[in-house]
């Protein structure tokens, strides 16, 4: 099946090449096999999906030089539109002419709206949302207005910058002026993301207004298009909300699929985004319930994954890309990935371990180097510690995204999901993993 999608004269398409043939999680509503591997393109370049996007939040994988991430395997990398209207400014970015080009990167790029820093700052300035489950009880989250460094309204969003605690403004126009400004390839609708916590009713509430500003987003995309036909076609991502909450999700899923611009009715999306709280424990449904309502020719984005159990629910439930700031996050604290599982690399146990970190690896830092040298560089707080050991971690979940592909081509998605699982986590979990995905 091979399927091609691009906006009149822009430059932007994707094409499915395979489908799963096994193992997939199926659509409730087709039947169909929902898991594929495919081309993006970009007027920067291609993505070969489902790939691991790395994460460079403010313009630069932290410790990496741009020559390293594209060594490691990245195809891409995604900023972060706020952080970047911040600083440097998006204006700045703009004259610099574009994300890519500022900070050297010879490749497609992503920035996503900021509407995930905006529930962030809204919750009392906590930078990531756990998947798991809640370890925040509610009043703590939600009953923080004293705290809130955001407060959402129907026409956007008042947020303190945590820099110098400015007052600034982002509604949907506002997103898409900057993170027109930044030039990424593919950018995303302006969101309110909310958390499992809140309540059924102000769920509902904010898949709503979600919506309306999705709307905004489009025209406004569709005006910044024209006004900047000069510059590079950037594909908008609608992205779909709604929690644990299966009507919810569909509706989105489905309103978003379908959604033109009011002023710009031949403005859609390019493709989407699949946001937000979503249960680590129904991860693979949850996804599903979505992709299940989306069309097949174009791309799907599932922010904030790169944990192997996720990335193969993930895969299977139809998403193409994926982001996450763990790898590197853990890297810099000496958390290590190995397919037996994390270790640390600051545990005695390294310290005289003259062999790679991860025997058999093939990252430039188990290449070149022993675990004992990185336990060293660890405890003498060197920043070539960070480096090689974000080197890794980030060559680690790239690499099983590209094994993951490769067994879509060749039908072994299944043999490979049970060895990996098993390793990582062992017999028991990984059964479970299985059994969940159907
Ligand atoms: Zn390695």
């Keep these: 099946m091979t399927e091609t999608t691009a906006q009149a004269g822009s430059s932007f398409g994707f094409e499915i090449e395979q489908s799963l043939r096994s193992g997939s999680t199926r659509g409730k509503n087709t039947g169909r096999n929902l898991g594929r591997m495919g081309i993006i393109t970009t007027p920067h370049g291609e993505i070969r999906t489902p790939a691991f996007i790395p994460v460079g939040t403010k313009a630069v994988v932290k410790g990496l030089l741009p020559a390293k991430v594209r060594e490691l395997g990245g195809q891409a990398v995604l900023a972060n539109a706020y952080h970047l209207f911040l600083q440097p400014g998006s204006e700045i970015l703009d004259r610099a002419g574009g994300l890519a080009k500022f900070m050297n990167w ?184 979505m992709t299940d309502e989306l069309p097949d020719n174009k791309p799907r984005h599932l922010l904030g994954i790169s944990e192997p159990d996720d990335l193969f629910l993930g895969i299977a439930a139809g998403a193409d890309t994926f982001d996450c700031v763990a790898p590197s996050r853990q890297a810099r604290g000496g958390t290590m990935y190995s397919r037996d599982g994390r270790v640390n690399a600051k545990n005695a146990i390294h310290k005289t371990r003259f062999e790679p970190l991860e025997i058999g690896c093939d990252c430039y830092t188990c290449e070149n180097y022993d675990a004992a040298y990185l336990h060293h560089l660890f405890k003498s707080k060197e920043m070539s510690a960070s480096t090689l050991a974000t080197i890794h971690n980030e060559r680690f979940v790239v690499r099983l995204v590209d094994e993951i592909r490769e067994s879509i081509l060749n039908d072994t998605f299944v043999e490979l999901r049970e060895e990996t699982l098993h390793r990582y986590y062992g017999r028991e979990y990984a059964r479970e993993v299985i059994a969940r995905a159907g």
């Excluded at 997103?175 to 958390?195: C, K, N, P, Y």
């Excluded at 076609?233 to 309103?255: C, K, M, P, T, W």
Aim: with cysteine; aromatic share 8%; glycine share 8%.
């Design 106 to 289: 010879h490749g497609p790029t992503f920035t996503d709206s900021g509407g995930f820093q905006v529930m962030s700052l809204g919750v009392g300035h906590k930078k990531t949302l756990s998947m798991t489950e809640a370890k925040h009880s509610e009043a703590e989250v939600i009953a923080t207005k004293k705290e809130r460094l955001a407060k959402v309204d129907e026409d956007g969003v008042t947020f303190k910058s945590f820099l110098n605690g400015d007052t600034h403004r982002f509604t949907p126009e506002v997103s898409m002026r900057v993170q027109h400004e930044i030039g990424a390839d593919i950018i995303f609708a302006f969101d309110e993301l909310t958390t499992l916590m809140n309540s059924r009713e102000y769920q509902e509430a904010s898949v709503q207004r979600t919506a309306r500003w999705a709307k905004r987003c489009l025209d406004e995309h569709a005006r910044q298009t024209i006004a900047r036909a000069d510059r590079p076609y950037q594909a908008l991502f609608g992205v779909i909300q709604g929690a644990q909450h299966e009507d919810l999700r569909r509706f989105a899923a489905s309103d978003l699929a379908q959604m033109r611009g009011e002023e710009h009715p031949e403005q859609q999306f390019d493709g989407f985004g699949l946001g937000g709280a979503i249960e680590k424990q129904r991860l693979g449904e949850i996804v599903s319930w």
